[in-house]
C-alpha cells in the first residue's frame, strides 16, 4: 500500500525499501497511538473547573433542599389549620388587627370569651383568617409564627412594663367590641 511517490523514489534509486518501510511503520504508529499526555496547567484547569461545577451543584442542592423543606414547613401549617378549625358561626363581629388593618371575623358569644382568655387564636389562612384552639395555634407558630395574627395569651404576657402607673388602675375588657 506504498502511494506512487514512494515507488517512483524507490525506481529511481533515492530511497531504500528499508527506509520506506521504517516510514510506513512510524505512520502507522502515529496514527493508532494515544493522545499525547496533557501538560499541568491543562490538569489544574480541568481540575478547577471541575471543583467549580462541584460547588456550584452543592449550592444548587442546598437551594432545592431549603426550598423543599418550606414547603413541607407550609403543607404542615395547612394541615394543622385544616384539622383543627373551629367555625366562626356567629353574627357579632370580632375586630382584630392585622398588618396595620382593622379585620373581623363574626362570632358567637362563647367564641368571643375564648378569644378573650387566649383559648382560641386567630391565624391567617389562605382564604382568609381561621380561629384555631391553643394547643394547635402553637404547632403553627412553631413552624411558621408570621401566620398569627391574634393570641391574648402572648399579648397580656408582654407589654404590662410599658404601661404608665396611673393607667394601669383603670383596666379595660378584653372583650370590648368597637
Given at each position: 500500500?506504498?502511494?506512487p511517490?514512494?515507488?517512483q523514489?524507490?525506481k ?24 499525547a499526555p ?16 462541584a460547588?456550584?451543584?452543592?449550592a ?9 423543606r418550606?414547603?413541607?414547613?407550609r403543607?404542615q401549617?395547612?394541615?394543622i389549620i385544616?384539622?383543627n378549625?373551629?367555625?366562626?358561626t ?6 382584630f388587627?392585622?398588618?396595620?388593618s ?6 358567637d358569644?362563647a367564641q368571643r370569651?375564648?378569644?378573650a382568655?387566649g383559648s ?7 382564604d ?5 384552639p391553643?394547643p394547635?395555634a ?5 413552624r411558621?409564627a408570621s401566620l ?7 399579648r ?5 412594663e410599658d404601661?404608665d402607673?396611673?393607667?394601669?388602675r383603670?383596666?379595660?375588657p378584653?372583650?370590648?367590641?368597637w
Open positions: 500500500m506504498r502511494n511517490m514512494q515507488d523514489l524507490l529511481a534509486g533515492l530511497v531504500k525499501k528499508s527506509k520506506v518501510a521504517q516510514v510506513l511503520r512510524d505512520q502507522a504508529k502515529r496514527r493508532h497511538a494515544k493522545a496533557a501538560d499541568e496547567s491543562e490538569k489544574v484547569d480541568a481540575r478547577r473547573l471541575q471543583a467549580e461545577r460547588e456550584r451543584d452543592r444548587l442542592a442546598a437551594e432545592r433542599n431549603a426550598q423543599a418550606l414547603q413541607e414547613i403543607a401549617v395547612r394541615q385544616d384539622a378549625r373551629v367555625d366562626a356567629g353574627e357579632e363581629p370580632y375586630s388587627e392585622d398588618q396595620g382593622i379585620r373581623r371575623v363574626h362570632v358569644a370569651q375564648q378569644l382568655k382560641l387564636v386567630i391565624v391567617r389562612d389562605a382568609g383568617y381561621a380561629l384555631l391553643e394547635a402553637q404547632k403553627v407558630r412553631e411558621e398569627v395574627v391574634l393570641d391574648n395569651r402572648q397580656d404576657t408582654g407589654g404590662v404601661e402607673p396611673y393607667y394601669s383603670f383596666k379595660v378584653d372583650d370590648l367590641v
